[in-house]
């Protein structure tokens, strides 16, 4: 079971220390609060425990040590920095990187192209990447990568989202969200705006990741469990971008004038759809969007009046990754899966935080 740190520090400390006292959970201190650039406010993550042995050691893994301020690491981002969820991620890592005085991070973009990822990552292994860290497209089609980082015993840290593969024999580790807590998170929200009954849209992310189907899986498991005078009539793909989410949307409009909610599962998708309904005279509040990620575009939409609330979906990985990388150069066990602690946003507290959003 991962347990999901909440919506503050204090209520993940309270927690992560509840649950470790029934010892099925190991917090660790993980990646930087956001907004937290100087600071070095940390966030408790509690990390899956699992049954003794689970983790993976070098040892297991086969890998030689090496010192990290030396070696080649290598950094692969997945979708082009329009998003500023990806601007984030990446800065993360690259800050990261400089605060620890590694001098060799090597960094390239797939443009959201995966067969631009695959290549950029095995450009990376020929360049001598002895460590790499891949916020992954896609979660299936990775196996030309993992044979070639496995013949070099390249260990594979994957952030952001997850990819169908073999723990602590294709990749050291996942760190990212819970996902399904989010959509969860998403549909509460969406019940409280709508007052429990009403008819709600869903813009999909892009096919073909974990984060699309989990978010998903969250919130329609949340609707049917705690609302069911609410209806979802209404899905389809915005691609996880802007352009794509306001051209939906205006279909959506044109066909079922009558929608009361709009869940987008990220930001971007959920701005496209603000200026649909801009376009099409509506005001703030006529539908009421719930979104995730946490951008400041995002969070002053909710100030605005045009959202009703988002949940966060950290990017902040820097900290987090290079953590996890070092503990197990010093041979200590990692396991399957880190959790990252995620806030939330609405009309409560956006305008006070809009600092922390990215
Ligand atoms: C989530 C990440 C998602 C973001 C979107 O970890 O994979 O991809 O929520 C991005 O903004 O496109």
Redesign the pocket.
Known sequence: MSLLAHRSGRAAALLAAALLASGCAKAEPTAATPGSSGSQARQQVATPSGPAGAGCTIQRYGTAAFDLKTAVVGFSQS?KEA?P??IAETQSIKDEAARLGIANLKTTNAQSQFSKQISDVQQLIAQGAQLLVI?PLNSDGWEPVLQQAAARKVPIITI??KINARHCSDYLTFI??D?VEQGRRAADQMIKALGGRGKVAILL??PG?N?TTERTQGFKEQIAAKAPDIEITFEQTGE?AREKGQQVTEQLIQSNPDIDGIYA????MALGAVTALKGAGKKPGDVKIVS??GTRGAVQGIVDGWLYAVVE?N?RFGALAFETAQKFLDGEAVPEKVVIADREYDAANAADSLGQAY
């Open positions: 979708e998003n969820f990806r916020a952001d989202r990212g969200s996902f992310g892009a990741n984060v996880f599962e990220n930001d971007e995730i990620d979906s990017p």
